[in-house]
């Protein structure tokens, strides 16, 4: 497969393999193939240019948008707390006055069942055979279960909230409800009195309704609260269309609660027309494995870079504990910048128009990157299959256009600046600010309510850091046959030390690609989990991939290494520009935040590779003259004892 060039390019060698330095020396750097200068490069960055524009009136909508939501409500528990509460002698009101003052403004209160009506005096409830023994030849069915009122009015309507069959019967004098089934966990609606008291004191309150398919008419007697968290894997009436559309109804001006890491059926549904509300809270087990401020780090983080405005809490086995997480989560919000209040949450809702003229970037991003290849046709033939792939991986619901352009941006602008040039240190600022070029066309592209709440996650977060990769190591390709190039490799000597630095490479590269993402499939050390922790709660933690990946890029634009390595140091210097896309790609963090993140480790690697370059430097020139002077002293004192 040949492909003609446009201009005459200069001379390079055919073959792969440097030749041998004299005189033992190092071989010189490996010299790569230039870019195509295509005719049609300058229209296209035009297109690029122009579809900025509405990429730009993009950010700044959603910059404006995230701007309004810094505030923040820490919600407690309020059974875990009532139960911590009895432990230490106190009352609910009173362990809750004293979280109020170190930051808590908000509770979660669980609908009751009729086990919580029965604790409260309200209800007995007794078993049938206990019933029996104690008044033989009533009639009493021992397998039943039966319940009499204490207070006045306690089981009025009762029994007509639920399809289970029930009927009223008189024992003893006594009237009871027998059921045929213990309905002691049977959800029995709010406590209205708890519910209006907490909301007296000006505590946000957030609702969490139990589902049961025994209810007729769940919803029905929720209180008025701003927020409703369902209990379990899935919302009220999710197995049923017409249940669930009741609980829309429902819901009215309510907005769910999107709990991190917990996938809610039906929960779509609900968020459909009124949105929902991020929010994070830590399992007790895990909670309890770490100490209050690494917890308080990472209600912290959620709130900060996750977009998460309800933070809901669980007290510790202590109330030393519980009061230490309180007060360093507070300190670390009010660091942030974030409020705490009740939050109004609105749904970010990006103009499809400039959407669509946003859309033209990418396409042409990839058509001229296709374009720079050494071989053109093979370039636009493998950007045809990564155009095709972006599209098939968002239309697997339904065709999502605007997504499949963001991640056609995302794994093409990391590579375009390293193959329209890299010869020189200064080419790294060229490929860094088309990285940043197509930040703005994956932010406006990809940004939508769904993403925005964290619902609909990028697809292909992967490939943004194989792909760049891939299209950086193609362009590597000498512009002749593929055949002779083919033959190339083939007959190319590999020595140990090849082998050795290809291991290597690929170990490192493996190690990057498992350790993506907030949940990786590799996990950290205590080292480095402090000092991101220690990062994150002083600044901006920047993304460690680029502390590592501009170095590279820098030092091997440099020419500074001999043979392939520094080729090899551009590759790793790749996956430095491909990590600022990715950065970007996590669309629940504020725009403001993945630019801080990006910009800091930005700085530093910069700063990084400058200072390596002459490290490296001296580091060769000493490898090449260790020993040489020693044996130039020994030289005279040798041949004048042959003399003797």
């Known amino acids: 497969m040949t492909d003609p060039a446009p201009t005459p390019p200069p001379p390079v060698r055919s073959d792969l393999t440097p030749p041998p330095a004299p005189g033992g020396a190092l071989a010189p750097a490996t010299p790569l193939p230039p870019a195509s200068r295509h005719r049609l490069t300058l229209p296209l960055l035009g297109v690029i240019l122009l579809s900025l524009i509405p990429a730009l009136g993009l950010a700044w909508d959603r910059v404006n948008y995230e701007r309004n939501e810094k505030t923040v409500a820490l919600v407690m528990d309020y059974p ?135 209810v007729k008419a769940p919803g029905a007697d929720w209180p008025d609260v701003p927020f409703v968290a369902f209990t379990g894997d899935e919302v009220i009436g999710a197995r049923t269309p017409e249940r669930l559309a009741q609980i829309d109804r429902a ?48 209600y912290n983080l959620a709130a900060r870079e996750r977009g998460h405005r309800l933070l809901y809490l669980r007290p510790y086995p202590t109330v030393n504990e519980t009061e230490a997480l309180l007060r360093r989560t507070s300190e670390l919000l009010e660091r942030s910048g974030l409020t705490v209040g009740t939050p109004e949450v609105r749904p970010y809702e990006p103009n499809a128009t400039l959407r669509w003229l946003s859309l033209l970037g990418p396409l042409a991003a990839a058509l001229l990157l296709g374009l720079s290849f050494p071989l053109p046709r093979l370039g ?12 098939a991986l968002n239309s697997l619901d339904g065709f999502q256009p605007f997504a499949g352009a963001a991640l056609i941006a995302a794994v093409t602008f990391p590579a375009l600046g390293l193959v329209l040039r890299r010869s020189r240190v200064t080419d790294w600022f060229l490929a860094t600010g088309l990285s940043l070029v197509g930040v703005l066309f994956v932010s406006a592209l990809g940004a939508s309510r769904e993403s925005v709440l964290g619902l609909e996650p990028f697809r292909g977060v992967g490939l943004t850091l194989l792909v760049p990769l891939v299209l950086v190591a193609l362009s590597f390709l000498p512009r002749q046959d593929l055949r002779k190039t083919a033959r190339d490799l083939y007959n190319s000597p590999i020595r140990l030390g090849d082998i050795a630095v290809m291991g290597l490479g690929l170990a490192v590269f493996a190690l990057v690609f498992l350790r993506r993402g907030n949940v990786s499939a590799v996990g950290v050390s205590d080292a480095e989990a402090q000092l991101r922790q220690g990062l994150q709660d002083s600044i901006v933690r920047p ?30 210097g790749v996956v430095g520009q491909a990590s600022i896309l990715n950065t970007f790609s996590h669309f629940h963090t504020p725009l403001l935040i993945s630019a801080a993140r990006c910009f800091i480790g930005l700085g530093a690697g910069l700063l990084l590779g400058l200072i390596a370059i002459p490290v490296v430097k001296y580091l060769l020139r000493l490898w090449q003259t260790w020993g040489a002077r020693g044996a130039s002293r020994q030289a005279p004192a040798t041949s004048g004892e042959s003399r003797a």
């Open 80 to 214: 875990a707390l009532a139960v911590q509460a009895q432990r230490v002698g106190l009352t609910p009101q009173a362990l809750l006055d004293r979280y109020k003052a170190l930051g808590v403004n908000g509770v979660a209160v669980y609908e009751d069942v009729i086990g919580n009506r029965e604790q409260r005096g309200e209800l007995y409830v007794k078993r049938g055979a206990d019933l029996a023994a104690e008044n033989p030849g009533e009639g009493v069915n021992p397998q039943w279960v039966y319940m009499r009122e204490l207070k006045p009015g306690a089981l009025d309507g009762l029994a007509e909230r639920y399809t289970i069959p029930t009927r009223e019967v008189q024992i003893a004098g006594q009237t009871w409800l027998e059921w045929p089934t213990d309905p002691s966990f049977l959800p029995a609606g709010p406590n209205s009195k708890l519910i209006a008291d907490l909301k007296a004191q000006g505590l946000v309150t957030v609702y969490r309704p139990y589902d049961d398919v025994a």
């Open 251 to 298: 819901m009215g001006s309510r907005l769910p609660a999107l709990v991190e890491g917990t996938d809610q059926r039906g929960l779509d549904t609900l968020i459909e027309d009124r949105g929902g509300v991020r929010t994070f809270a830590m399992n007790p087990s895990w909670q309890n494995r770490l100490n209050p401020e690494e917890v308080a780090s990472k």
């Open 380 to 391: 636009l033939l493998v950007m045809a299959g990564v155009t095709l792939l972006a599209f």
């Open 543 to 572: 993304r460690f991939k680029e502390l590592a990946g501009h170095p590279l890029a820098i030092v091997g634009l440099s020419g500074a290494l001999p043979g392939y390595f520094s080729p090899l140091l551009i590759l790793g």
